[in-house]
Nanobody, 126 residues
Framework: QVQLVESGGRMVQTGGSLRLSCAASGRTFSVYDMGWFRQAPGKEREFVAAHNWISGFTYYAESVKGRFTISRDNAKNAVYLQMNSLKPEDTGVYYC???????????????????WGQGTQVTVSY
């Protein structure tokens, strides 16, 4: 069992940066793939980034590649999403998720993730 709590979301101007944090509780955090997803009003939840616990492989949506970086600190039971060069289309609720995976590549599918946080709002103004 893993409980996840996101933080760090706020309003920022176009071109700005934010760092989201996700604090995890549970003894087995280190054996979960960790992902970030987002959901804009009226749209489906979409994949942003993920990190595989076995290989360390990171995987990004094309729309954020080169701008966002996912990282994790197993000693602190935390995963982060550094977001640079933010655009208005990055606006949405950002969710942290955990997947008890056994492969070496993290999933980008919402249904593959077992645990979710409550989300944190990111708003990028023009």
């Amino acid at each position: 069992q893993v409980q996840l709590v996101e933080s760090g979301g706020r309003m920022v101007q176009t071109g700005g940066s934010l760092r989201l944090s996700c604090a995890a509780s549970g003894r087995t955090f280190s054996v979960y793939d960790m992902g970030w997803f987002r959901q804009a009003p009226g749209k489906e939840r979409e994949f942003v980034a993920a990190h595989n616990w076995i290989s360390g492989f990171t995987y990004y949506a094309e729309s954020v590649k080169g701008r966002f970086t996912i990282s994790r600190d197993n000693a602190k039971n935390a995963v982060y999403l550094q977001m640079n060069s933010l655009k208005p289309e990055d606006t949405g609720v950002y969710y942290c998720a955990a997947d008890r995976a056994v492969g070496r590549v993290p999933s980008r599918l919402v249904d593959e993730y077992d645990y979710w946080g409550q989300g944190t709002q990111v708003t990028v103004s023009y």
